[in-house]
């Protein structure tokens, strides 16, 4: 690990300054990702400017009925909150699926989002990796890529994104508002993450100096019926080879509206907008859902070693829609 100095932050504004000021200050709140980076030399910042004691970890209901979840909302806390079991469980049950205790009492909202990629090439530095060092070369494309990317990748990068969280986000159209220098924006979730194409070293829309100040959910009344399956190695502390957050809309045996978003697949949640289309006034049967998995995975380009994502895919969509329209759950 470099020498680094280490400053609290006085505020947002601070933060922004701070990090506007010198490209190479990095911002810590959990550190639950940033400070494994930090010991294998992924990371080695002139700065970790603190931002943990800073005023973002309330969560509150929103004037239209959704709610504004502060960057610095431990996973834990939303993961619990009434507001967010009664009216989110898709999230809270995403949340609890992912990491340990432990982890989920340090890690923020904000950090959740900036989490970088497990693929364990770019974790060691004895390889290759265009996402640490532009230009250098993917070794995972032509090696070990079983917990690889099979949808949206690029020659320049086959990683997922890791979150268990970001996939109902994505699913519940949640907006992402930052701070910089010129002010506050709000950035739609499936714009927030960015396919890899030839800049795979950026994950973010994030310009240089923002800060995540938030998340805001819109009210999504038939997210009480959403359901987060999530396919591992093993049964807990694993990231999702596949997940899928799903919530329908059901009326008369017929999808009203339904929201539908893959983890695990491609180097941001992906949402399958497409089959969502689709499934808008058909009866809720297991051809539907078929048909559905199938749009879902229509441009999948699996790698060596994960052509068995897609099948995966296809079974949880099937699955997570099937338990959705019977009131949610847990899907496993
Ligand atoms: Fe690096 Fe991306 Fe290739 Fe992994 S998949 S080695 S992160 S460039």
Redesign the pocket.
């Known amino acids: 690990m470099n020498n680094f100095t280490y400053i609290r932050a006085a505020s947002v504004k601070d933060a922004v300054q701070r990090t506007t000021n010198d490209n190479n200050a990095m911002l810590i709140a959990g550190g639950t990702n940033l400070v494994d980076r930090l010991k294998v030399f992924l990371d080695e910042p002139s700065q970790l400017i603190d931002i943990s004691r800073l005023e973002m970890k309330r969560i509150e209901q929103t004037p239209e009925g959704g709610l504004s979840i502060g960057a610095l909302v431990s996973n834990t806390a939303l993961a619990d909150h009434p507001d967010v079991r009664r009216d989110y469980p898709i999230l809270a049950r995403a949340i609890l699926a992912g990491a340990s205790q432990q982890i989920r009492n340090m890690a923020t909202v904000g950090g959740n989002l900036l989490q970088r990629?497990r693929?364990p090439?770019?974790y060691d530095t004895a390889?290759a990796?265009?996402?640490?060092q532009p230009g250098s070369g993917?070794?995972?494309?032509t090696g070990i890529n079983r917990s690889?990317a099979i949808l949206g990748a690029s020659d320049?990068?086959?990683?997922v994104q890791p979150s268990d969280m970001c996939v109902p986000l994505a699913a519940l159209d949640a907006i992402v508002v930052v701070e910089g220098l010129k002010g506050k924006r709000q950035i739609p979730f499936t714009d927030f993450h960015r396919l890899?194409e030839n800049t795979?070293q950026r994950d973010t829309n994030l310009e240089a100096g923002e800060v995540i100040t938030s998340v805001i959910l819109p009210p999504v009344p038939f997210a009480k019926s959403g359901v987060y399956l999530k396919l591992r190695d093993r049964a807990s502390y694993a990231f999702a080879l596949i997940s899928v957050a799903a919530a329908v809309d059901l009326a008369n045996e017929q999808i009203q509206d339904v929201r539908l978003a893959m983890g695990g697949v491609a180097h941001k949640p992906w949402r399958a907008t497409e089959a969502e289309k689709f499934l808008i006034g058909k009866p809720a049967n297991a051809a539907t859902f078929q048909q559905a998995a199938e749009i879902a995975l229509e441009g999948a380009k699996p790698l060596t070693h994960n052509s068995f994502k897609v099948e995966l895919a296809k079974r949880a969509i099937r699955r997570a829609l099937a338990v959705s329209t019977k009131g949610g759950g847990v899907g496993e």
């Open positions: 990629t693929c090439y770019y390889f990796c265009n996402k640490r993917c070794p995972a494309a690889h320049q990068c086959v990683a890899p795979p």
